[in-house]
């Protein structure tokens, strides 16, 4: 097949965490023999903030790493529907992601309607559909055969206060080819990789993260992450954890093998409406084989083997309790890394949801 993507973007991941899971679907696809085009738009909000903070040197690294990816750009809104008619011409399928704005995803709309030569899916991986419902009315989708969501809480949204009927659940998955155990020593006790809560977990962010910092001075404790406020970046300093910033992602892997755990602390609308998404971390860091403890959010369809795969805490003191065991026990450290290796490269990795996609692509092609 031939495959149009319509991404925020694919060259950046400044906090864009949806790159992640784009580029390695995108990777997989083309694995498996299809050819895969990604479409952002020049001067995304994502790109102009790397940018800004760091010159074009991630651009050209990108580059250099991803050099199977295809990835064209698209600029004036007065010209998108041409555009998107061009960028989508000889195309058997087009991926329309959420992050995007109406304007593009009702142009892709206004291109399938006329020409109708395409299938055409929207695919949403994040909690906007219920923290900001007037956002995602905005979109048009009426002329899109239907709707990947990254869990089937989403899928339910989608069908019920929506009223889509034709929705998949999608999760997202570790590119394996990025995402893999790397032999060096380890320098950290705790790595965090992710941004500021913004009110969605600041407060778990600080009894979990920092506080436990506080109180287990013997450990030593890194953040990596973009969009911390001046008063957090304190409180981290007071904490004692190391504050390094952004990361680009295909580096995670690095800072994931020199630490000898990490965490997981899910926003607050995946522990509401939004249950049984666990987003794209702890699917990368167990690709890792790096030990995860979690903070409480219900696995409510099974993904992982809790307890086995990762640990998950009720409670900031149990969390400090498996943070200083984990830290003195390599055995338990090994066991948990291997199971939770194993479920990734079992279930949840790129390649499987291409295979997923290429059968709900076969579905919609016979049902035509």
């Known amino acids: 097949m031939r495959i149009v993507m319509f991404v925020h973007s694919l060259v950046s991941d400044w906090s864009h965490g949806n790159a992640h899971f784009l580029r390695g679907l995108a990777r997989a696809l ?11 738009r020049w001067r995304n909000w994502s790109a102009d903030n790397l940018v800004e903070d760091h010159g074009h040197a991630p651009i050209v690294e990108f580059a250099r790493l991803f050099p199977d990816l295809d990835v064209r750009v698209y600029g004036a809104w007065d010209t998108i529907v041409d555009e998107v008619g061009e960028l989508t011409r000889g195309a058997d399928l087009v991926l329309v992601h959420e992050f995007n704005e109406p304007e593009l995803v009702g142009a892709v709309g206004q291109v399938r309607r006329r020409r109708g030569d395409f299938l055409l899916l929207f695919h949403d991986t994040h909690h906007r559909p219920v923290s900001a419902p007037w956002q995602v009315a905005r979109f048009n989708l009426r002329d899109y055969d239907g709707v990947l969501a990254f869990g089937d809480s989403l899928a339910d949204v989608y069908r019920h206060d929506f009223g889509v009927e034709r929705v998949w659940t999608f999760h997202e998955a570790a590119d394996t080819s990025v995402f893999r155990p790397l032999d060096v020593p380890a320098t ?11 009110e969605e977990r600041s407060r778990e962010i600080r ?6 910092a506080r109180q287990l ?8 992450g973009v969009r911390y406020p001046a008063e957090g970046r304190r409180e981290i300093e007071t904490a004692g954890i190391e504050f390094r910033g952004w990361i680009a992602n295909y580096r995670v892997p690095d800072a994931f093998a020199r630490a000898k755990m990490t965490l997981h602390i899910p926003r607050g609308p995946y522990l509401g409406r939004l249950p049984g998404i666990p987003t794209i971390r702890p699917f990368e860091a167990l690709a890792c084989g790096i030990p995860l403890l979690s903070t409480p959010w219900d696995d409510c369809e099974g993904l992982f083997r809790v307890g086995e795969d990762f640990l998950m805490v009720r409670s900031p003191a149990e969390m400090r309790e498996q943070m200083l065991r984990l830290s003195r026990d ?8 291997e199971s939770g ?24 092609a016979a049902h035509r």
Request: glycine share 8%; hydrophobic share 40%.
């Open 188 to 198: 950290d006790d705790v790595v965090w990789i992710g941004n500021w809560g913004d």
């Open 30 to 40: 083309n694995a498996r023999g299809h050819e895969v085009t990604a479409c952002e």
């Open 330 to 337: 390599d055995e338990a450290r090994a066991r948990l890394a």
């Open 341 to 364: 290796l194993e479920t990734i490269r079992k279930r949840h990795t790129c390649g499987h949801r291409a295979e997923q996609l290429e059968g709900i692509v076969a579905d919609l």
């Open 217 to 224: 001075p013997e450990l030593g404790f890194a953040i990596h």
């Open 207 to 212: 009894e979990y993260l920092m506080d436990s």
